[in-house]
């Protein structure tokens, strides 16, 4: 995202701002304001407190931003800020890296479950179609079967209409014996 506004100008004051280098930084020395140790350097850049002043143009006081020293062990610091960090990105590294493995094996797992599922189906319908042919050679059987079926319910049909015409012989033998 890019700077606008106020924020581009802050930018810019401090990239223009100059460069303070303690003589640490600068062995072969220079002019005798740098020449300081870094205890004097950092109090070099910090001024004295200003006392507000007023301005002639109406009374208005102005007050000077407090400055605070510099820390003499900011290298320690820093080191510090890297090394906490690089612990912080490692295991947001570490945990995500987990989190991957974790996702493969669900799929791996998922994967075998479908095989054995896809295994499953394949029986089911190798032995669906075994049936299917088993009820297709047994068709002519049933159908004969059927067929015999028919054959014993006419038969028994005529078997009742015998037994009542044989009723009715006899109930005329009986009426001519009688007579």
Request: glycine fraction near 4%; include cysteine.
């Amino acid at each position: 995202m890019a700077a606008t506004g106020d924020e581009a100008a802050a930018m810019d004051s401090i990239s223009k701002a100059p460069a303070v280098q303690p003589a640490a930084l600068n062995p072969a020395g220079s002019s005798g304001s740098h020449a300081e140790g870094p205890e004097d350097a950092a109090e070099s850049l910090v001024s004295a407190p200003k006392k507000p002043s007023t301005n002639s143009d109406g009374g208005v006081e102005t007050a000077e931003e407090a400055v605070e020293p510099a820390e003499p062990d900011i290298n320690e610091l820093c080191t510090d800020m890297f090394e906490k960090m690089a612990l912080f990105l490692q295991g947001e590294l570490t945990g995500t890296c987990e989190d991957y493995r974790l996702l493969e094996n669900m799929n791996k797992l998922t994967s075998l479950k479908y095989m054995e599922m896809k295994d499953i189906s394949i029986n089911i319908s190798r032995n669906l179609q075994d049936l299917n042919n088993k009820y297709a050679s047994l068709q002519p059987y049933l159908d004969q079967i059927n067929q015999i079926e028919e054959q014993v319910s006419t038969l028994e049909q005529a078997a009742y209409k015998l037994d009542a015409y044989s009723k009715k012989l006899e109930a005329r033998f009986k009426k001519l014996e009688k007579r």
